[in-house]
C-alpha cells in the first residue's frame, strides 16, 4: 500500500479485495465512494461535486451548515433537556469533526453566530480547515455594530441579521435600524443578509429600498403545522410569537420570492427534524431557495450531501429562476 494512500483510495482497494469490509462500510461513505469513481474532475459551480452557487464573490454550497445544534440553541419544541443534551453532546472534539466531515462533503460554509470565532479559528489554523462562516449577528438598537464587528474580525466572511430581531424591528418599523445593519457590514467587506420567520421582514426590506446581498427565510412543506398541531392551529396561526419557528404561510412566501432579485438562503426547512430531507430539500429548492442552511449532527452530514447531489441533479419543477 502507498505511503500516502489516502481515504479514498483506501476504500477503493478494500472495495476490490475484501467483500467484508464493502458491507462495513455505511450507505452513505459507499454512494460517495461511487459518485466519485464516475469522474475525477468537479462540475462547474460545485464543491467536491455538490452543487454551489455564489453570492456576490462567495462561492457556498448549496446546503450550508447550521450551527444551532453546535451551539445548543435548538429548537427543542416542549422538551426542556434538549439545549443541555446538545452541549454534552457537541464537545470541541466533536465539532471539529462535524465541520470536517462537512468539508469531505463538500459542504464549504457553516452559520453561526459570533461565539464561535474562537473555536473556527483553532479548526483553521490548527487542523487547516477551510469552511466559511457566515454569522448570524444578535445587535442591539443602541449598538448596531459590536457583534457584528466580532465577528467579521473573527474571520466571518458574511454577516446577517438574526431572525427575531429582523422580525422585530419591521413589526416595529424600524427598517431604518435594519438599512443601518446592512450597510455597516457592506462597508466591512462581507457579504450582508437580512434574517426573518416573518414574511413580512424581506417585505419591509423591498419596500424601503434596502439592499441586502441575501436573505434568510423560514421554509418548509405547508402540511406540517396543521399536521402536528391541528387544535391550536387556527387559534395561534396569527400570532406573532408563534411566527419565530415556523413558515405557517409557505405559499405566500413562495409568491413573494418569485419577485425577489436576492439570493435566498432558506432555513427550517426540515421542521427541526420532523421532515425528511428527501421531502424538505426537494420542496425547499422547487420552490425557489438558492441554498438551505440545515442543522446536521455529524452522523447526518454525509446522507443529506448526498440527497442535495440527488435532489439537485434531477428534475426540480422550480417555482423560481435561481438568484445564486
Known amino acids: 500500500m502507498a505511503k500516502h494512500l489516502n481515504r479514498r483510495q483506501f476504500f477503493k482497494k478494500s472495495l476490490m479485495t475484501s467483500a467484508v469490509v464493502t458491507s462495513a462500510l455505511s450507505f452513505e461513505e459507499r454512494a460517495l465512494l461511487a459518485a466519485r469513481e464516475k469522474s475525477t474532475e468537479l462540475p462547474a459551480g460545485s464543491v467536491k461535486g455538490l452543487p454551489a452557487g455564489k453570492i456576490r464573490d462567495v462561492e457556498i ?47 464549504n460554509t457553516i452559520i453561526t453566530n459570533s461565539g464561535s470565532a474562537e473555536l473556527l479559528k483553532k479548526y483553521w489554523n490548527e487542523r487547516g480547515g477551510q469552511i466559511q462562516w457566515i454569522a448570524q449577528i444578535v445587535p442591539k438598537t443602541d449598538d448596531l455594530t459590536t457583534d457584528a464587528k466580532k465577528a467579521i474580525d473573527g ?15 419591521a413589526r416595529d418599523g424600524r427598517v431604518d435600524l435594519i438599512s ?8 466591512n467587506g462581507v457579504i450582508a443578509g437580512v434574517g ?30 396543521s399536521a402536528r398541531r ?10 406573532y410569537s408563534a411566527d ?18 436576492k ?3 432558506a432555513y427550517k426547512v426540515l421542521a427541526a427534524g420532523a421532515i425528511h430531507p428527501k421531502d424538505g430539500f ?21 446522507e443529506d450531501a448526498i440527497i442535495a447531489k440527488k435532489t439537485l441533479s434531477g428534475q426540480l419543477d422550480r417555482q423560481r429562476l435561481w438568484r445564486a
Open 61 to 107: 454550497s448549496r446546503i450550508i451548515c447550521g450551527g444551532n445544534l453546535i451551539g445548543g440553541y435548538a429548537h427543542s419544541r416542549d422538551l426542556i433537556y434538549v439545549s443541555s443534551l446538545l452541549k454534552q453532546y457537541f464537545t470541541e472534539a466533536k465539532i471539529i469533526e462535524t465541520l470536517e466531515i462537512c468539508e469531505e462533503s463538500g459542504v
Open 155 to 169: 474571520g466571518a466572511v458574511g454577516a446577517f441579521l438574526i431572525g427575531n430581531i429582523g422580525d422585530e424591528w
Open 180 to 187: 443601518k445593519f446592512v450597510e455597516f457590514a457592506k462597508q
Open 196 to 225: 426573518g420567520h416573518n414574511l413580512r421582514t424581506p417585505t419591509a426590506c423591498e419596500r424601503a429600498g434596502i439592499e441586502p446581498d441575501f436573505y434568510m427565510k423560514t421554509f418548509h412543506r405547508p402540511d406540517y403545522w
Open 230 to 239: 391541528p387544535d391550536q392551529h387556527k387559534d395561534v396561526i396569527d400570532n
Open 244 to 261: 419565530n419557528y415556523w413558515d405557517k404561510y409557505p405559499e405566500k412566501t413562495v409568491e413573494f420570492m418569485k419577485t425577489v432579485t
Open 263 to 265: 439570493p435566498w438562503i
Open 282 to 302: 426537494k420542496f425547499a429548492f422547487e420552490n425557489g431557495a438558492d441554498f438551505l442552511c440545515v442543522g446536521m449532527f455529524d452522523f447526518q452530514v454525509r
